[in-house]
């Protein structure tokens, strides 16, 4: 049996992933999406609720498991007993920082190959940042994400405007 990782921060996870992951079924076993919880970048969702929105993006894929993950990748990988670490790229500039990344883990763990996943077309644009971004803005995120995603963003937004809003709003 072959299992690949997937991992990531998937805050929140999109379409982009979605296709990924689905697309590493027809090669892999198993694919193990890993949501990593202590990135260095600032998250709008909790460890717990990315793998609960993962999980429901995934509900009825029996390949796709998800689970949570702290430290470095190898060991995690090593942990789930998986052979392959598996990435996706989407523009030019992801290859040069996925490319390093590959020879840093190789380093780390010569046994675990790396397996990089070129998006399709119509998800090159998408990133969690551009997600992120269009939903502060109250723009249209519905063909980037699922819907159950889409509903937590908004609410997420919604939140941090009401903890965030000027005072001199409030007297509106």
Same mark, same amino acid.
């Given at each position: 049996?072959?299992?690949?990782?997937?991992?990531? !921060?998937?805050?929140?996870?999109?379409?982009g992933? %979605?296709?990924?992951a689905?697309?590493?079924?027809?090669l892999?076993?198993?694919?193990? %999406?890993a949501?990593y919880?202590?990135? =260095? /970048?600032?998250?709008l969702?909790?460890?717990?609720?990315?793998?609960?929105?993962?999980?429901?993006?995934f509900?009825?894929?029996?390949? %796709?498991?998800?689970?949570?993950?702290?430290g470095? !990748?190898?060991n995690?990988?090593?942990?789930?007993?998986?052979?392959?670490?598996m990435?996706?790229?989407? @523009?030019?500039?992801?290859?040069?920082?996925?490319?390093?990344?590959?020879?840093?883990?190789?380093?780390?763990?010569?046994?675990?190959?790396?397996v990089?996943?070129? !998006?399709?077309?119509?998800?090159?644009?998408?990133?969690?940042?551009?997600?992120?971004?269009?939903?502060?803005?109250d723009?249209?995120?519905?063909?980037?994400?699922?819907?159950? @995603?889409?509903?937590? =963003? /908004?609410?997420?937004?919604?939140? %941090?405007?009401?903890?965030?809003?000027?005072?001199?709003?409030?007297?509106?």
């Amino acid at each position: 049996m072959v299992r690949a990782m997937f991992p990531g !921060t998937f805050d929140p996870i999109h379409y982009g992933h %979605i296709d990924i992951a689905n697309r590493a079924t027809k090669l892999f076993d198993e694919v193990v %999406i890993a949501v990593y919880d202590k990135p =260095l /970048k600032t998250l709008l969702f909790s460890p717990e609720e990315r793998m609960k929105l993962v999980k429901q993006s995934f509900a009825d894929n029996p390949k %796709i498991r998800v689970t949570g993950y702290s430290g470095l !990748t190898v060991n995690a990988c090593k942990a789930l007993d998986a052979q392959v670490i598996m990435r996706g790229l989407r @523009v030019f500039s992801d290859f040069e920082f996925e490319f390093r990344m590959a020879l840093a883990n190789h380093r780390l763990s010569p046994d675990i190959e790396i397996v990089s996943f070129i !998006t399709h077309e119509e998800h090159t644009f998408l990133s969690s940042t551009t997600v992120r971004e269009i939903a502060t803005l109250d723009g249209d995120i519905s063909s980037m994400v699922p819907p159950h @995603v889409e509903a937590a =963003l /908004k609410q997420r937004v919604r939140d %941090i405007d009401e903890h965030h809003r000027p005072a001199y709003a409030a007297r509106d």
